[in-house]
């Protein structure tokens, strides 16, 4: 099983040279477009490759291709209206199937492939059912096991902005995920004027039951309900399409058949409901409002220190954010006041401890980070908790990110408080400007 896992990285965007060793509490400091977005990304793919929300990907992938193939499909003759309807009904089912279902692809493939191979000739009927024989084999790929592999290579393009893009900005990198203990594997991934990926691996080492929960930023529920109106699947980045799915999907949310496993969930949603004095809740048609003092606001109006919060809350209260998932978040505390960073780094860091979620979290708060410290320590994670530093090189316009052990913290916080340094440089000048 994919758990704890060494990350090193080489020459990748911003990011010169990283050794990561991943564990459950994993927290990256440093000033901007130093490469923490990258690594958190790169954890993303990786996990998500290897986990059931692959298969999910896969299923929404398929069904996009498809939904082209019904497009050109609708073009035979017009005085076929039969076949027109039936094609567009089989788009319809299709819409209306709820569960990620590989069966119910391949299901409707048979029919529009019954129905193309009985029309009359028009100008795209060769097309359509080469284009039917191909996607039956990467149906079957699906099931094999090269599947992780493939969708690991989808993964990268699509969050790093496709062939063209990896290869402008990502040219001669090196990325390695590995473990030499316990189910040893290497999975490596090369990039020289193409991408390349090796394994040194059997490929069942790789397998995770982790569901990696990207939350790049608060502004997400903005517009997330435009998700699902979007044309192409291919143009939305995959971790926004994975958490809009799991912010909509309540269907296990009144599940009771285990309360002593959800008596620590309901107990975190409390935290958090106290912490900001309400929640978030759906409100129909995808769209979601904050609750407080039996008022509703629209999203409008609702303050962006609580979307952040409000994520988290409906994560848990749809049963998402659960033992042996993998929150990675970009700058949680953004957004929050100085005290509700403190209190958000000890619900966190309580995640970990009572529900097994494991933490990649990047920051620029020297008070997010201290309390992430101080916590961690108070409730015996200390061990099982790693800092980084990026620090740029001195040779090139590069990043190199360095683990941080406790004793040496002062190291992350001199850096961050490195603002202060400069006001109050301005400052003794403004008093010498009035002496």
């Known amino acids: 099983m994919l758990r704890d896992f060494k990350l090193k990285i080489e020459n990748f965007g911003p990011i010169n040279k990283a050794d990561l060793d991943i564990s459950k509490i994993n927290i990256i400091a440093g000033k901007n477009a130093s490469g923490k977005t990258t690594m958190s990304k790169l954890i993303y793919c990786i996990l998500t490759a290897f986990s059931t929300d692959g298969e999910y990907l896969a299923y929404e992938s398929m069904k996009d291709r498809f939904n082209s193939l019904i497009e050109e499909s609708l073009k035979i003759h017009y005085s076929e209206t039969t076949k027109i309807t039936d094609i567009l009904s089989i788009q319809i089912d299709l819409a209306r199937e709820n569960n990620s279902n590989m069966k119910t692809i391949e299901e409707s493939y048979d029919k529009l492939e019954s129905i193309i191979e009985s029309a009359e000739d028009f100008e795209n009927k060769k097309y359509i059912l080469s284009m039917i024989k191909n ?52 999975y490596k991934i090369k990039i020289e004027n193409a991408i390349n990926i090796t394994l040194k691996s059997e490929l069942k080492n790789l397998t995770t039951n982790r569901e990696a929960i990207y939350i790049e930023t608060p502004y997400f529920l903005d517009f997330h309900h435009l998700i699902n109106e979007t044309r192409f699947f ?49 409100n129909g048609n ?10 509703s606001f629209d999203l409008q109006n609702t303050s962006t ?36 960073q403190v209190k958000l780094a000890k619900i966190l860091v309580l995640l970990v401890k009572d529900l097994n979620v494991n933490l990649f979290i990047n920051s620029h708060s020297p008070q997010f980070i201290e309390a992430i410290e101080v916590y961690s320590i108070k409730y015996s994670l200390r061990d099982e908790t790693n800092f980084y530093l990026t620090k740029k090189d001195e040779n090139i316009e ?6 941080i052990e406790y004793d040496n913290l002062y190291e992350i916080y001199n850096n961050l408080g490195d603002p ?12 010498a400007n009035q002496l």
Request: net charge negative; charged share 30%; proline share 4%.
């Open 135 to 186: 996607d039956r084999k990467t149906l079957k790929g699906i099931s094999s096991p090269e599947f992780n592999h493939d969708l690991l290579f989808n993964l990268f393009r699509n969050e790093f902005g496709g062939d063209e893009q990896i290869l402008d900005n990502y040219n001669d990198s090196m990325i390695k995920i590995y473990n030499n203990e316990n189910n040893p594997f290497e």
């Open 234 to 282: 291919r143009q939305i980045p995959y971790h926004q399409l994975l958490l809009s799915n799991k912010l909509n999907d309540q269907s296990r949310k009144n599940d009771i058949l285990d309360e002593k496993h959800n008596a620590p969930i309901i107990n975190f949603q409390n935290k958090l409901n106290k912490l900001v004095n309400g929640s978030l809740k759906k």
């Open 286 to 295: 995808d769209l979601f409002a904050f609750k407080q003092n039996g008022k």
């Open 305 to 340: 220190g609580l979307k952040s919060i409000g994520i988290l809350q409906l994560l848990l209260e749809n049963r998402k954010l659960k033992e042996n998932s993998y929150l990675i978040m970009d700058e949680p505390e953004v957004h929050l006041h100085p005290e509700w």
């Open 398 to 403: 590069k990043y190199n990110v360095e683990k």
């Open 420 to 431: 202060y340094d400069m006001i109050d440089e301005v400052r003794g000048e403004n008093i």
